[in-house]
């Protein structure tokens, strides 16, 4: 038995996932299946744990100071896991990605300016973005086999001149892919043609499963270091979101310095729990536990997928990274309301709707699968059951 097999109660926890289940999507806690969030129902690896009993057993709480060792740890991770050798002064951290895309908007483009998203994507995007008052320009993948890819010649066609950055997902969410060197650079090549700043998500990088290699975008292309901004976090890895931690990486001297004086006026510091954790989480024993956490997932998507691409009218779509399923179910001909009955009111599962992703979504559900296997087993004998009448 893995260690990932724990059935883990969240309910009562403040668990945004669980607790707010039912509130938000309908689908009753007595005995709702929460696949939505994109936080795992596992714990993070112990050493994780111990540095947070060392805190609590020191039992006082101040300010943080000398980084140099949280610093370092994120250099080790990203050399040994990555290939990618970076400098303390590169890193910035911020409350979270979603606050470091914020501050990227904030820092880098004006109110009214156009930020392009490659949709459907990560739906927290396009709410900052409308947030902060600037423009989201959708550049919608092309669907072609199954899979998501990218088509420059129809984004080329689509810019107006307004446009001051590009935010890549990479790897994919909610799709999965995983992008090739060739799709990375066209990319950067997208960014230099329309002179934008390219900000790249990669917060699922260490989530990839058997078979596919990740690229960072700094090694992909030497041209793009004084465009880009880099975005990584301990937190998807090792289940810690609510550390709310991320690392904002810019190699850039001038765009760090831009960045630099965003922070300064809004006064932004992490806290203590997330440094520690971070730390304790980019070691060898955070790694191995990573190594083993991704061969389960690999099984839960294995699983997942068969179930249900076993019912006449839905399609997984294949999942080359992160845990999060992101199912079409265009090929039943019901309408995205009937759908999503089925899979709330029947299935009682709660799922996000692809709605939410953007252009493209619409006739998706993402399912998040990072859950112990007899709970993915389960949704699947569940949504088979909702769609009977299909088989």
């Known amino acids: 038995m893995s260690r ?140 072609r086999d199954g899979r998501y890819e990218m088509d420059f010649d129809a984004y080329d066609s689509q810019m107006t001149g307004n446009e001051r950055m590009v935010i890549l997902c990479s790897p994919h969410n909610p799709g999965g892919r995983v992008w090739s060197r060739a799709e990375l650079k066209g990319v950067a090549e997208f960014a230099k043609r329309h002179d934008l700043i390219l900000v790249s998500d990669e917060i699922h990088h260490d989530l990839v499963m058997p078979g596919h290699s990740h690229i960072p975008m700094p090694l992909v292309d030497d041209g793009i270091k004084e465009r880009l901004v880099m975005m990584t976090a301990t937190t998807k890895t090792f289940n810690i979101a609510g550390s709310h931690l991320g690392n904002v990486i810019i190699a850039d001297d001038d765009l760090r310095a831009r960045f630099a004086a965003r922070m300064g006026a809004l ?33 839960n998507r294995r699983a997942f997928d068969a179930a249900v691409n076993a019912i006449p009218g839905l399609a997984s779509m294949p999942m080359e990274s992160t845990y999060l399923a992101w199912v079409d179910f265009a090929g039943t001909g019901m309408t995205r309301d009937e759908f999503t009955s089925r899979v709330e009111k029947d299935a009682h599962i709660a799922a996000n709707h692809g709605t939410t992703f953007g252009t493209g979504g619409e006739t998706f559900l993402r399912f998040n699968f990072a859950t112990p296997r007899a709970r993915v087993i389960e949704a699947g004998e569940r949504l088979a059951k909702a769609f009977a009448d299909l088989q």
């Not at 309910?11 to 795992?40: N, Q």
């Not at 191995?288 to 690999?298: H, I, K, M, R």
């Open 4 to 143: 990932f097999d724990e059935e883990i109660d969240r309910f009562g926890t403040h668990s945004v996932k669980w607790d707010m289940m039912e509130d938000i999507y309908g689908v009753p806690a007595s005995d709702g299946l929460s696949m939505w969030v994109a936080d795992m129902d596992f714990r993070p690896p112990a050493c994780v744990q111990s540095a947070l009993e060392r805190m609590t057993g020191h039992g006082v709480y101040g300010y943080f100071g000398d980084d140099a060792a949280y610093k370092a740890s994120i250099q080790w991770w990203m050399a040994e896991r990555h290939g990618w050798h970076i400098r303390p002064e590169w890193i910035f951290s911020t409350h979270g990605l979603v606050n470091g895309t914020g501050l990227c908007i904030d820092a880098f483009t004006k109110p009214g300016d156009g930020v392009v998203l490659f949709t459907p994507v990560y739906h927290a995007f396009a709410r900052t973005i409308k947030a902060a008052g600037r423009e989201v320009v959708e550049c919608p993948l092309a669907l």
């Open 267 to 299: 006064g932004i510091s992490p806290n203590s729990f997330g440094l520690f954790m971070a730390t304790a989480a980019y070691s060898p024993e955070g790694a191995a536990w990573v190594d083993e956490l991704v061969t389960y997932l690999d099984g």
